[in-house]
Each structure stands twice: as C-alpha cells, then as structure tokens.
C-alpha cells in the first residue's frame, strides 16, 4: 500500500505480507538471517529481474541518544515524550550492486541456465535506521525510526490480524494488531524534505495507547 501524507503525496510504501505464500523470492527473504543482505537476479521477472532484500542486524548503541542525533544527521528525528529510556540499538546498511554486478548476474543466467542468481550484499557503516526501547506507565514499546520508506511486514498469518487505516500528524499511518502484539507505522517528512518511517511496537496493550504515544512525538 501507498502511505500519503495530508497533501495526498507518495511518502512510501508498505507491503504487508504472508510468509506462507511459496515462491522464490519469499524462500530467499525467508533465510535472511540478521545482518544477511541479498542481491538477486531472477530472469523472467520482467521490470522487475533485479532486486535487493535485507535484514538489518541491530547493533548496541552506548553513546546516548544527543550521540546518536548527531549520528543521524541530517535527519531530523522527533522522539516519544514524558517516557523512560530503556536501551537504544541502530541498524547499518549495505552497498547496493554495481553496475558491473548486475550485468555479471545476468551472464551467469544466460551462461549456466540458471532461473535465480544470487550475490551478497557488502555490508557498510551507513545509519539506515534506529530502535529505542522506552517504558511508559510501566508497559515497554519499541520505537524505530529507519531513512528507508519501502518497507516489508511479514506475519505469519494475515487473516489473524486487525488493520487500521488512521492519521498520525497529518500522515497515513497502518495499526496492526492481535491478541498479543500491536504495532503502528507511518511516514512523514521533516523540514528538509526527508521522508522517515516511524514505527512503534508493544505488546499487551491497545490501539488507543499506542496512538497517543505517536502523536506526542517531539
């Protein structure tokens, strides 16, 4: 689904998948481990031969969050209020293939008959994204901002969740929840034309709660 903001512009894209649907791309995203990013060839995909699939690793972060706003910058990051910070973990990314890559991948389809090629992504020291864990009237969420707005959501099974369309802060936002977990997720842009994706995640709680939390970001 697309996820505007009050103007009715694209900010991003969310899939919500269901990881018991059997192809081949869903059998690669499936084994990507944390810190395991994947470029993939696959030869009768049509526009779409080439792709990129990643699972960022979370890594400690020790420096404090005025550390990590420096880190971050450009961004512009706004951040829950009036809750206590627990522990904060960041995500790196990865090269993207090169030019040279991908015409190699396309040779080695041609040449061996080969349906899928694959190379590994190099990771890198580039912030993609960020997880802080507060606690707020004695119930625990996470809070994650990430620079990346074309985003994957795999449950494992779909029919077992509740979706909500809702606004947050003038933006499109997604509330998915069950019995158990419950999460919200949007976009917007800050003042130097960046879009980030918010999400919040808790679990035990309801939509009310976690929508309060968003629209008191600061």
Known sequence: M????????????????SLNRDN???AIIKELKPGMGKGI??????????????NYKAVEWTAGLTALREKASPWELSFPMDAELEDIRVYYGFDNLTSQ????????????????????????????GLSVTYNKGGRDFEFRI??????RIQLSDVEDYTYENVLIRGNEAVYIGDGDKQ?????????????LQYEI????SDRDWIISIAETLL
């Open 2 to 17: 697309e996820m505007k903001d009050e103007k009715g512009n694209v900010l991003g894209i969310l899939d919500i998948d």
């Open 24 to 26: 081949v791309m869903e």
């Open 41 to 54: 060839y696959i030869a009768d995909a049509g526009e779409k031969k080439i792709s990129q699939q990643t």
């Open 101 to 128: 890559e991908i015409d190699e991948m396309i040779e080695e389809s041609k040449r061996t008959g080969k349906h899928v090629v694959l190379r590994d992504l190099r990771p890198n020291h580039t912030l993609v």
């Open 146 to 151: 990430f620079g990346t707005t074309k985003s």
């Open 183 to 195: 999460q919200l997720i949007w976009i917007e842009m800050d003042s130097r034309d960046k879009a």
């Open 201 to 204: 995640i808790t679990k035990g």
